[in-house]
T-cell receptor
Framework: NAGVTQTPKFQVLKTGQSMTLQCAQD?????MYWYRQDPGMGLRLIYY???????DKGEVPNGYNVSRLNKREFSLRLESAAPSQTSVYFC???????????FGDGTRLSIL | DAKTTQPPSMDCAEGRAANLPCNHS???????VYWYRQIHSQGPQYIIH???NNETNEMASLIITEDRKSSTLILPHATLRDTAVYYC????????????FGTGTLLAVQP
């Protein structure tokens, strides 16, 4: 049982390049989330999908787009990467109700 | 903004109980207290959650005060592997389950 899988684990981009971060979960969870974490800070919510077919903005959505491809997969896209988007990105999923979120191991993204 | 206040860091001796406090004075009646931890910049790991009753599982115990304005996470026998940043999070019981992370408490377990 892999849980939440994120790819790639590391990536270096140049300013202006585009990139899609992939996230897949095998727990049949309904909700999925994308967070970013900057040094010394807690996680901040970028976008979330409460259920298949729906997406909503979180705290820091500017510069990102998401796609809930199916129940398993939730991707995060940077259309034109900026140095301010250098961060560690975490994907999470949750079944429903009060069930906790389960997190992936993160994607470490550097933008030069 | 995070609805919780935690000390930035704490130390604990290996084998002793670690008691991590959290203040959430503005918590409302339908909001739950969740605890997560993050080890070495890995993804956060769920520990425990509660509404108003004390809770215990295989990882920890959660003690919530009667007025619900504060809580304490207890790791009964801390090990070196428990060194991590611990986040106390208040969230509502709604469908979206958005978690708002603060900066947490860095617990350093000393040998």
């Amino acid at each position: 049982n892999a849980g939440v899988t994120q790819t790639p684990k590391f990536q270096v981009l140049k300013t202006g390049q585009s990139m899609t971060l992939q996230c897949a979960q095998d727990m049949n969870h309904n909700s999925m989330y994308w967070y970013r974490q900057d040094p010394g800070m807690g996680l901040r919510l970028i976008y979330y999908s409460a259920s298949e077919g729906t997406t909503d903005k979180g705290e820091v959505p500017n510069g990102y787009n998401v796609s809930r491809l199916n129940k398993r997969e939730f991707s995060l896209r940077l259309e034109s990467a900026a140095p301010s988007q250098t961060s560690v990105y975490f994907c999470a999923s949750r079944l429903t109700g009060l069930q906790p979120q389960h997190f992936g191991d993160g994607t470490r993204l550097s933008i030069l | 903004d995070a609805k919780t206040t935690q000390p930035p860091s704490m130390d604990c001796a290996e084998g002793r109980a670690a008691n991590l406090p959290c203040n959430h004075s503005t918590i409302s009646g339908n909001e739950y207290v969740y605890w997560y931890r993050q080890i070495h910049s890995q993804g956060p790991q769920y520990i425990i959650h509660g509404l108003k009753n004390n809770e215990t599982n295989e990882m920890a115990s959660l003690i919530i005060t009667e007025d619900r304005k504060s809580s304490t996470l207890i790791l009964p026998h801390a090990t070196l592997r428990d060194t991590a940043v611990y986040y106390c999070i208040v969230r509502d019981g709604g469908a979206t389950n958005k978690l708002i992370f603060g900066t947490g408490t860095l617990l350093a377990v000393q040998p």
